[in-house]
Nanobody
Framework: QVHLVESGGGSVQAGGSLRLSCAVS????????MGWFRQAPEKEREGVAV??????MKYADSVKGRFTISKDNAKNVYLEMNNLKPEDTAMYYC?????????????????WGQGTQVTVSS
């Protein structure tokens, strides 16, 4: 079982930055693929970035060069978001995938946090 708690969301103007954090609690020593997803009102949830147990990362094209995913030794996960745009406005979710592979596919992920809201104004 994995418990995820996101923090760091807020309201910023376009061009600003935010850093999201995901506190990961687990009783196992298993390694997980960790990801950030987002969902804007009336839109489908989309993958933003993932980081595998070996540190390899993948990003959605819309955030490449602006967002950076990272993790620490305690398995917590972060999303550094720079040059934010109004279209980045969404609820952001942290997720963990206990299976094989590490892709920007939400159905692959087994555990989800409750989300943190990011609002970017123009």
């Amino acid at each position: 079982q994995v418990h995820l708690v996101e923090s760091g969301g807020g309201s910023v103007q376009a061009g600003g930055s935010l850093r999201l954090s995901c506190a990961v609690s687990t009783r196992t020593s298993s390694s997980y693929c960790m990801g950030w997803f987002r969902q804007a009102p009336e839109k489908e949830r989309e993958g933003v970035a993932v980081i595998d147990f070996d540190g390899s990362m993948k990003y959605a094209d819309s955030v490449k060069g602006r967002f950076t995913i990272s993790k620490d030794n305690a398995k917590n996960v972060y999303l550094e978001m720079n040059n934010l745009k109004p279209e980045d406005t969404a609820m952001y979710y942290c997720a963990a995938d206990a299976g094989w592979g590490c892709e920007l596919v939400d159905n692959d992920f087994d555990y989800w946090g409750q989300g943190t809201q990011v609002t970017v104004s123009s």
